[in-house]
């Protein structure tokens, strides 16, 4: 026909060439940044990760070595506390969003997350400040996890209940079609059926607040040496990179870059288990 | 195990029935009377009334939209899934009501099990776990019990000689039909009174669902079968009454045979000869 004869063939293979190579571009640059800062930790931080970077206890200023081991030790410890107080709210907050309440209070509440998830994380760390540290005059472990922990909470929340609405609803029907009560279905069939999914949102949750700093400068606070109590301020590793890489010592510049890098691989391994526990994820439900 | 409890019902119900007509009068597994049901505004049954016969299979058709589905799932109070449910007048289940304030929903559907459309095996579930799933949650943990009851129900589902050397694959590793099949399994195995089945047989083929009827023919020797249906021979072969809804309303309602062949209303006519529908 004429009206395709008009269509000029090359311009449009043009057009289709600049358009995927646009894309592409676009993609590297996504890329991109990631690969600088994985090559970037790797030049710097390599030479100083060393058995007593995992082993030793930061050393005084002045002499040479130590390591960083309160800090990754302390990162665990608080990485608990917060996830025992963000992983039951939030995973239960998700599933009363998905399965619970009225169409009008989850819109509030779902609202209210989102709200709460764009919150600087600073700020937790100043409102536990003002909450806790203050009350109990002083800086502690469990003001560091309580404010991980409130960050953790929407992510959670918002990932539960998103794949808890992916389970297809037969399944509900099934379960309570059998005379199985409610909360034994949601239990047993529904978050069963969701679980990889959930878990999965936990540890992004935890690799995310992992790396946080600014909500334990005011309390965790950060520690050089061995933390005894919980009450008392506790190391972290996104705080002592802090700390360190704001020195004006080169031995500790280069043990920053080490703390950096640990870290991030931290965080790629969590994501590396996400991609394998979500592997073969159209095959099943969730 | 229901019998004692029929023999009463049939004492209690036999002078109004048998009033009518010479015969005696089939015992009754569900008595509706004046239901009505709406979501929100939307009245889905309007002013329905007809008893089911134990033992026997109950085929409710009409075209979409019309109720059908609702009707079925009010039968255990699947419908009160959907928020904002009302209802009105009675269902009684071996004259039992169904909606009295002191009745455990749970409770209704254990008794009365039901079949979906799509065959929902439980995807984190092994094809043994499935059959006894309900038994499981529902507090039972003989083994013993539970490997015999798993027996029982996959025989009674004709299922067992096909699947009793894979009973460790997951449910979600078996044919359509299979896991249809699995699916009545399942819901046998807490040993129900009724077995409901909204469109049982419309997302198989032609083999499974034969396979299917056959074993609902087989079936309504140990229970009450509700089915719903789209496929006006399906009806035909293998229901013994037949409902006929439309818009809500139960236009029609009788021994299948006379349904088909020599229906009372204008309308279950045009639908069953396709005039419409």
Redesign the interface.
Known sequence: MDWQRANNRTWRKIKSALASGIAFISALLVIAPLGLVFFHLLVNGAGSINWDFFTKLPAPVGAVGGGMVNAIVGTLELLALAGALGIPVGVLGGVYLAEYGSARINSILRFLADVLNGIPSITWGVVVYGLVVLHFKGFSAYAGGLALGLIMIPLILRTTEEVILLVPNGYREAALALGVARWKTIVHIVMKTASKGIITGILLALARIGGETAPLLFTAFGNRFWNHSLNQPIAALPLQIFTYAISPYDDWHRQAWAGALVLVSGVFCVNVLVRILTRGRAASVV | METPERSVMERVERPAQSAPSAEPAPPLTFQVKNLSIWYGEKRAIDNATLNIASNAVTAIIGPSGCGKSTFIRSL?R?HE?V?KTRIEGTVLLQGQDLYSSTIDP??????V??V?Q?S?P???MSIGENVV??LR??GVRNQKFLNERLEKSLRMAALWDEVKDDLGKSGTSLSGGQQQRL?IA??LA?EPEVLLMDEPCSALDPIATAKIEELIYELKTHYTIVTVTHNMQQAGRISDYTAFFYLGRLIEFGPTAKIFSNPSERQTEDYITGRFG
Do not use: H, S
């Open positions: 255990n699947m899934l928020p749970a409770i209704v559907r254990r008794r099990g039901m979906f799509k929902n439980f995807p984190t799933v309900g949650l529902n699916c399942r819901a807490v």
